[in-house]
C-alpha cells in the first residue's frame, strides 16, 4: 500500500510539473501582450501631444506616394501664410459643421446611414486622424482606430491647429500635399494669395484630388466651387468659422 502511495505522488508531482511551464508561458505572453498595449498606448499619446507643437512630418499615405512617384510636393504653411477664405472653403466643402461637433459628426453618419452608406461621413478632424497617423482603406479595423483617436485630437489639439495640419496633409493632385504646393501647383501663387474662387476650386478637388483639376475645372468642379464660395460666405456671416479664425 505504502508504495501505491508512493506512485501516486509522484505522478501528481510530474503532473504538476508538466503544467507549471505552461502556465508560465502563458503569462509571459499576457504579460508581453499588456506591455504591447501600454507601449502603444504611450506612443500615441507621445503622439497626440507632440504634433499639436510639431509639424507632422507626413503619414503612410504620403510615403507611399512618395515611393511610388518618386517624390511629392509638399512645403508647409502655417495659418498666417494661408489665406482665411482657403480655411473658410474647405469647411463649407467637406464640414461645414466642424465648429459645433467634437470629431464625430453624428448626424451626418445617420443621415450617411439613411442614404445607404452612398456617401462619406467623416469629419475633417476623422480626415486629419487617416491621414497623419494611420492608413487609407475601408477596414473596420482602421474605421474603429479612427473613431477612437478623434475625439483624443480634438481634447488636445485646438479646432485652428486641427484645420492647419489638415490643410497641409491634404492631397490636391497626384504627388501634390498640402495648400502650398496646391496654390503653386495651379495658379502660381502663394497660399496667402488665393482668391475666395480660387480657394473654393482648390476645396472642390478635395473628394477626388486624381480626377478634378483646379486650374482646367469641368463643369461640375465649376459649380462646386460655386457652391463653396456661397458656403465658405456664409459660415463667416453665421459663425461657424469662428472656432478656427480667433
Known amino acids: 500500500m505504502a508504495k501505491r502511495a508512493t ?14 511551464p505552461k502556465r508560465g508561458l502563458i503569462a509571459r505572453i499576457r504579460r508581453w501582450v499588456w506591455r504591447g498595449v501600454f507601449a502603444s498606448i504611450a506612443l500615441i499619446a507621445i503622439g497626440l501631444f507632440a504634433y499639436k507643437f510639431i509639424n507632422p512630418p507626413g503619414g503612410l499615405y504620403m510615403l507611399s506616394e512618395a515611393r511610388r512617384l518618386g517624390d511629392i510636393d509638399r512645403q508647409w504653411a502655417s495659418m498666417e501664410e494661408i489665406a482665411p477664405v482657403m480655411a473658410r472653403s474647405v469647411v463649407a466643402a467637406e464640414d461645414a459643421n466642424f465648429c459645433l461637433h467634437w470629431g464625430l459628426d453624428v448626424n451626418a453618419i ?19 486622424v487617416k491621414n497623419v497617423y494611420l492608413w487609407h482603406g475601408r477596414s473596420w479595423v482602421r474605421k474603429s482606430l479612427e473613431a477612437l483617436l478623434t475625439p483624443a485630437v480634438e481634447a488636445v489639439w485646438t479646432k485652428r ?12 493632385d497626384e504627388g501634390v500635399f498640402g495648400v502650398d504646393a496646391a496654390a503653386y501647383h495651379y495658379f502660381q501663387k502663394r497660399p496667402s494669395e488665393l482668391t475666395a474662387v480660387q480657394a473654393a476650386r482648390l476645396a472642390a478637388v478635395l473628394p477626388n484630388p486624381k480626377g478634378r483639376s483646379a486650374s482646367r475645372p469641368s463643369n461640375f468642379v465649376r459649380k462646386r466651387a460655386a457652391s463653396i464660395v456661397d458656403g465658405a460666405a456664409t459660415i463667416k456671416a453665421d459663425g461657424r468659422a469662428r472656432c478656427f479664425e480667433s
Open 7 to 20: 506512485k501516486k505522488t509522484a505522478s501528481k508531482k510530474t503532473t504538476k510539473a508538466k503544467t507549471k
Open 110 to 128: 445617420r443621415d450617411a446611414m439613411e442614404d445607404g452608406g452612398t456617401r462619406g461621413a467623416s469629419t475633417i478632424s476623422q480626415q486629419v
Open 161 to 172: 491647429r486641427i484645420i492647419e495640419v489638415y490643410l497641409n496633409v491634404a492631397e490636391f
